[in-house]
């Protein structure tokens, strides 16, 4: 993004079957906001202080409390439970209404994590070696296990505050928000798996759907809506909003992979070892000429152990080549000025507050984020 | 038009809509460096305009639109097979009020029979309300009853377990504070079925039958700065003619009424 540029909020194009409405053109106030770290940081607090208290440390420290609390103890955005709480507070909710539920997606994001390197065969998350370089496979799958099992306690505990139903339908949200998330990373490890190479950007998008906007965006957002309103309403607006939001967010991860400096945290070109298939290498698998797509086929067919640098370097250097770095930015900003339009849909009706704008600056942060 | 000439209005310069809100993600002139690394070797792509002798701008626009539309297609659908599921889940009956599209909550197994799963979850809802109210109850009732001995105690036991039964802070939460400002007698009487939070509601100006009265537009619900509650909040001013003034609390998303607000204002 160009700096001082603003993200426009961006109908859907006429031929899209989303309802028409009429949205202001509203252009994002500030580009690059004090206010998202600020409340990411306040929020963030409030929930690791809830977190620790779940992960209050029993036995067997040694093999499986300390290795739970380790990847939430380095830190991280806090973005997934921030957006929850203020979800919910821009609907008139409490904080603490909503703070066990934020923790509870912290817990099973990072429990979630724990996976995902074991099954990309990461090596570095949030600056230092992931856990299962440090203690092996079969400790970091059973920390792992533990950490999404223990998230399910702060949604039991909602009872207390929330009431049986409200919970009972956190609990239910929980859950589809799960099987999401393992159906998309069903496709994404499937794709890897089976080599598929025929892929578009309505094929990621929907891997992204399931596998990163359920948790990191649609739930937090609709279990804030429910843990304020407790009444039937559509929630349907919530999911447009997040998935664009998400999207954007993950595209944004996938481009810092490639072009991140070490703050970044993980494996710099860690989605090209993989073989991932982000949306600049589904653009580079469909601009190549025959011959370097035969060779980009043939490298993403072997196992990254017998991926080379060079592999890796030449991939890098094609998609530049091709200008996928380019495209990519570009789709994320489209899907920013879309999520701007149903962020309007979702929220505008709300009076003004400190937690609406949070919400709408969110969307320009996270393709600003570095 | 005398003469028999007809004006003839200038042919317009496009065929097709003009979207060209993505223009102003950038200032003019700066598309080259909102496409990112592109280098200058790059070979020709459909994308690049410059490749092609489209306008610049134009084909960006083009390709953004496309971007989103198939976000849309991609959400959309997303959207319909949860409907579907819900559907399916439900055995052919319409999605409850409290299910939307998305989180119409679980899909059906295909294995499964859909009235069998809907049956069993039923039974499974039933079983837990069934337990989350009675357990308590019970507890209490039985350590009231062995405290002492006295059958007069049930009732104290039973309001102790009501209150404290899970569900009941359902109830606390649906308890709305009213707070009223006017130097007559004014009853105030708010008739809202469900529970319900300030953010989430509005209200319309209450208003007399008799048109020539002005309404009372200062109602408000509000959440209380300090502990959060839900308060109706009705200002009066003194000069307000007496009667009785009605109106709806509406759904600020849906729109739809979700109880009314009634102000009797005496003399």
């Keep these: 993004m160009v700096p001082g540029s603003p993200i426009v909020a961006a109908p859907p194009p006429a031929a899209a079957t989303a309802p028409q409405i009429a949205a202001p053109h509203v252009t994002s106030p500030h580009v690059t906001s004090p206010l998202v770290p600020a409340m990411l940081r306040e929020y963030g607090a409030m929930t690791r202080a809830t977190l620790d208290r779940y992960l209050a440390a029993g036995e067997p420290r040694r093999y499986l409390y300390d290795l739970a609390a380790d990847y939430p103890a380095r830190g991280g955005k806090m973005m997934r439970p921030s957006l929850c709480i203020a979800a919910a507070r821009a609907f008139g909710a409490s904080a603490a209404d909503a703070v066990g539920t934020a923790a509870a997606i912290e817990m099973l994001h990072n429990a979630l994590l724990v996976h995902d390197d074991i099954e990309d065969g990461s090596e570095a998350r949030r600056g230092r070696p992931t856990l299962h370089a440090i203690h092996g496979v079969a400790l970091a799958l059973n920390a792992g296990d533990a950490l999404a099992l223990m998230s399910l306690r702060p949604l039991v505990d909602n009872r207390d505050r929330l009431g049986d139903r409200t919970a009972l339908r956190i609990l239910e949200e929980a859950g589809r928000m799960a099987v999401e998330c393992a159906e998309g990373q069903a496709l994404e490890l499937g794709w890897r798996d089976a080599n598929v190479t025929a892929l578009g950007p309505a094929n990621y998008l929907e891997m992204v759907l399931k596998k990163t906007c359920w948790l990191a965006t649609i739930f937090p957002l609709r279990a804030g809506a429910l843990i304020a309103t407790r009444a039937p309403i559509s929630h349907d607006a919530f999911v447009r909003f997040g998935f664009l939001l998400g999207a954007t967010f993950q595209i944004q991860d996938d481009l810092l992979n490639l072009v991140a400096d070490e703050r970044y945290g993980k494996e710099r070109d860690g989605d090209l070892w993989e073989g991932k298939r982000t949306l600049m290498l589904i653009r580079l698998l469909g601009q190549a000429p025959p011959a370097d797509r035969e060779r980009l086929t043939a490298i993403l067919r072997v196992p990254r152990e017998a991926r080379g640098p060079g592999d890796v370097a030449w991939m890098r250097a094609q998609i530049d080549r091709h200008g996928c770095i380019g495209y990519a930015r570009r789709y994320a900003h489209g899907l920013a000025g879309a999520a701007l339009h149903e962020f309007g849909r979702a929220f505008g009706p709300l009076p003004d507050s400190r937690d609406k704008r949070f919400i709408r600056e969110l969307v320009t942060w996270v393709v600003e984020r570095t | ?267």
């Design chain 2, 1 to 267: 038009m005398s003469d028999g000439q007809r004006y003839r209005r200038a042919d317009p310069d496009r065929d097709g809509p003009l979207r060209n809100w993505s223009k102003m993600m950038r200032p003019s002139g700066s598309a080259a460096a909102s496409t990112g690394s592109a280098t200058p070797s790059a070979p020709a792509d459909p994308h690049d305009a410059s490749a092609n002798g489209a306008d610049p701008d134009h084909v960006a626009d083009d390709t953004v639109a496309g971007d989103i539309a198939t976000a849309y297609r991609v959400i959309d659908e997303h959207l319909r097979a949860g409907q579907r599921a819900a559907e399916d889940r439900a055995g052919g009956r319409a999605a409850g009020p409290s299910s939307d599209a998305a989180g119409a909550a679980w899909k059906a197994p295909a294995t499964a029979a859909p009235i069998a799963a809907a049956g069993l979850e039923d039974l499974i809802a039933q079983g837990m309300r069934f337990y989350s109210i009675m357990v308590p109850l019970w507890t209490d009732f039985i350590a009231a009853v062995t405290a002492s001995g006295a059958a007069g105690d049930f009732a104290g036991a039973l309001g102790r377990a009501m209150s404290q039964a899970p569900g009941a802070s359902d109830r606390r939460a649906a308890a709305i504070a009213i707070e009223v400002t006017s130097c007559r007698p004014a009853e105030v009487t708010l008739d809202l079925p469900a529970p319900a939070i300030a953010g989430a509601l509005t209200i319309a100006p209450l208003r007399a039958l008799e048109p020539d009265r002005p309404p009372l537009a200062e109602v408000a619900l509000v959440v209380g700065a300090t502990d959060g509650r839900t308060i109706l909040r009705v200002r009066i001013s003194d000069t307000h003619p007496p009667g009785l003034y009605t109106g709806l609390v509406v759904d600020r998303l849906s729109g739809e009424p979700r109880g009314t607000v009634s102000v009797r204002l005496g003399q």
